[in-house]
């Protein structure tokens, strides 16, 4: 209960702090390379688009980090109180994710679609970049980058859901007789975290191939036809109507 009211509450502030929270972990990187210095001016200049991105993703590394967590720590705790051989049926990781599967899945599809639509615009910013004199690597560097600038934002709060949970249960289990002993093994970080994050790469990376293929400008072009402004149209539709029949 502490870990999902935790994160729904993270994840309804997170468009006053994801901000601030990018730039500071994103400022202790010691990296110079240009495409990472430009990676994270296009997260902050982004915005809100940039925390409609991250909030799904926080609710996935939150929840999944927590819950893969949660079986061992349990086990661990009985063991430690009752000198082992205690086995609770279906308290496995396996049971934890059929039971927040869905949720996850929803959160997950969330960001994934949240960045597809946000394709058209990487792929002006990755035209341009060429056209300005930026190589193929570093072009096709920029979205991965971002992506790992989206998750390793996620992860903070993420990461701190986990630390409310396990203070919750420090705190609940002397209640019971028993005292909590804590375990995070490293599958929930390689799952929660390491996984998120290919998944986000690859949704993020995966829709700039084809436009990378193509002339630059025919790429601004093509976006160009695609959006043509409201205000010329209705300009000249009314010309065309103008004087008597």
């Known amino acids: 209960g502490a870990l999902v009211l ?14 601030p929270v990018a730039r500071a972990w994103t400022a202790v990187i010691p990296a110079r390379d240009p495409m990472w210095q430009l990676a994270r001016r296009n997260i902050y200049t982004r915005g809100t688009r940039f925390s409609r991105s991250v909030i799904p993703v926080i609710y996935t590394i939150g929840l999944m980090l927590g819950f893969l967590a949660i079986g061992p720590t349990i086990f661990a705790t009985t063991d430690a109180a009752f000198g082992g051989g205690v086995t609770l ?23 994934v679609a949240n960045l597809f639509m946000m394709s058209k615009q990487r792929d002006a910013e990755l035209a341009l970049l060429g056209l300005v004199g930026a190589t193929p690597r570093q072009r096709r560097l920029l979205p991965v980058l971002e992506a790992i600038i989206l998750v390793g934002t996620a992860a ?38 390491g996984g998120t994050a290919a998944i986000m790469v690859l949704a993020t990376w995966a829709p700039t191939l084809r436009s990378m293929t193509l002339p630059e400008r025919r790429v601004i072009a093509r976006l160009a036809a695609e959006y043509p ?16 029949r």
């Open 89 to 111: 049926e279906k308290a496995n990781a396996g049971a934890f994710l059929s039971l927040l599967g869905p949720a996850l899945g929803v959160a997950l599809c969330g960001g």
């Open 156 to 193: 903070i709060p993420g990461v701190l859901a986990l630390a409310v949970m396990m203070a919750y249960m420090h705190h609940a289990f002397p209640y019971a007789g028993v005292q909590a002993v804590t375990v995070v093994p490293l599958s929930a970080w390689v799952i929660s975290i």
């Open 229 to 244: 402004l409201a205000e010329a149209e209705d300009g000249g539709h009314d010309r065309r109507h103008v004087g008597p």
């Open 6 to 19: 935790f994160v729904f509450v993270v994840a309804a502030a997170a468009p006053v702090f994801i901000g």
